[in-house]
């Protein structure tokens, strides 16, 4: 008579865990240029998005963000500063189902806590690659290189390497774009 009870109390306590995190897609594989750009180990003294923006350009950096947006083809990504929250990871009751874009944010705070990540090859063009290898959306990654600024003010981080530090759990209603 108790093992049938046990055991129902064991199932109900299963299916009372709350949302489950979901790991996020496979990876797509990276170009070798591409994968040749992951670091052991994260660089030190790095700054945040924000920090570094406001310091100015700079020949040798490390900035530290959030991985919110990848561009399809290409090792070009933007990374978000820490001090952003993602959609969901302060309010539990966000049910965003795509917090990597930061769509709870305005569009001018968006702006000024991000920056642009390019790896570039010889020909100063940004590296074509299926993909990013080990890296997806709401990563916490550092990424060194030269910090530039163009003509439209514009900040860009040219990318010598990165190395994910972290990476999120989300709840299982989050759909991961593939």
């Not at 709350?18 to 990876?27: D, F, Q, S």
């Not at 709401?138 to 439209?152: F, I, N, S, Y």
Request: overall charge neutral.
């Amino acid at each position: 008579m108790k093992t049938p009870f046990l055991l129902a109390v064991c199932i109900t306590l299963a299916a009372c865990g709350g949302p489950e995190a979901t790991p996020g897609p496979a990876a797509k594989a990276a170009s070798p240029a591409v994968a040749a750009l992951t670091l052991a180990q994260a660089p030190a003294n790095a700054l945040g998005v924000k920090a570094a923006k406001d310091k100015g350009p700079a020949a040798d950096v490390a900035v530290t963000g959030r991985l919110y947006d990848v561009t399809a083809g290409f090792a070009v990504m933007k990374i978000m500063d820490l001090a952003i929250p993602y959609c969901g990871e302060t309010n539990k009751e966000d049910t965003c189902g795509t917090p990597w874009d930061y769509c709870c944010e305005s569009k001018e705070t968006q702006t000024s806590n991000s920056l642009l990540v390019e790896a570039r090859g010889a020909d100063g063009k940004p590296l074509a690659t299926p993909g990013l290898g080990d890296l997806r959306l709401l990563d916490k990654v550092t990424v060194t290189g030269k910090l530039e600024k163009d003509e439209h003010g514009n900040f860009v981080l040219l990318a010598k390497g990165w190395h994910r530090t972290d990476r999120p759990a989300v709840p299982d209603y989050v759909k991961w774009p593939q």
